[in-house]
């Protein structure tokens, strides 16, 4: 089954930028989502389809995917960024349809 | 704005069946996919599988020998049973509308299930 590698962890001073990598073979050639869960929360949708912010969703979060290698970057972190963030794909050549990463939790120093 | 609430019981003994229904306001339970997700602090996020308003349903090959997971359009719910329980299943059980097929756009809070004696 398709597998996706996050870094457990990113830390990020306020107002820089944190960038948050999920690899996968060839992930270039799906389409990638991020999903950030905050302490005691659902996770909420923050990037769709590598790049695109669902409505609400601050021009801070931007996501890339090229390669091996999909990008969540989010600019000018702020307190309320700290959280942990998830990349998922749908990976329709396998019977494990939704494939999450293990999660990056970002802490804001 | 669709809302999502999962409502069911939080402990369940290990063999029986867990079950779990997911409450749909704010939006058509219509045209859409719904999914149930579990997540735990040794599996991470874990897709369980989805529904059509319709009824069809796919399940993760991992879970598709004890997974059942019903919709009723009347209702606006969906329902999910998880059968022959162990403790490995514990974990925080999540209720998601599928967009587009490829990801998840709205989530229900979630509920913790406990499967112990």
């Known amino acids: 089954s398709y597998v996706l590698t996050q870094p457990p962890s990113v830390s990020v001073a306020p107002g820089q930028t944190a960038r948050i990598s999920c690899g996968g073979d060839?992930?270039?050639?799906?389409?990638v989502h991020w999903y950030q869960q905050r302490p005691g929360q659902a996770p909420v949708l923050v990037v769709h389809?590598?790049?695109d912010r669902p409505s609400g969703i601050p021009e801070r979060f931007s996501g890339s995917n090229s390669g091996d290698t999909a990008t969540l970057t989010i600019s000018r972190v702020e307190a309320g960024d700290e959280a942990d963030y998830y990349c998922?794909?749908?990976?329709?050549?396998?019977?494990?349809?939704?494939?999450f990463g293990g999660g990056t939790k970002v802490t804001v120093l | 704005q669709v809302q999502l609430q999962e409502s069911g019981p939080g402990l369940v003994k290990p063999s029986e069946t867990l079950s779990l229904t997911c409450n749909v306001s704010g939006a058509s339970i219509n045209n859409y996919y719904w999914s149930w997700i579990r997540q735990s602090p040794v599996k991470g996020l874990e897709w369980i599988g989805y529904?059509?308003?319709?009824?069809?349903?796919k399940y993760s090959p991992s879970l598709k020998s004890r997974v059942t997971i019903s919709v009723d359009p009347s209702k606006k719910q969906f329902s999910l049973k998880l059968s022959s329980v162990t403790a490995s299943d514990t974990a925080v059980y999540y209720c998601?509308?599928?967009?587009?097929?490829?990801?998840?756009?709205?989530w229900g809070r979630g509920t913790q299930v406990t499967v112990s004696s």
């Open positions: 060839n992930i270039g050639d799906k389409t």
């Open positions: 998922q794909v749908w990976d329709s050549s396998s019977d494990h349809f939704y494939v």
């Open positions: 998601a509308r599928v967009y587009g097929v490829v990801n998840f756009d709205s």
């Open positions: 529904i059509s308003d319709r009824g069809a349903t």
């Open positions: 389809d590598d790049s």
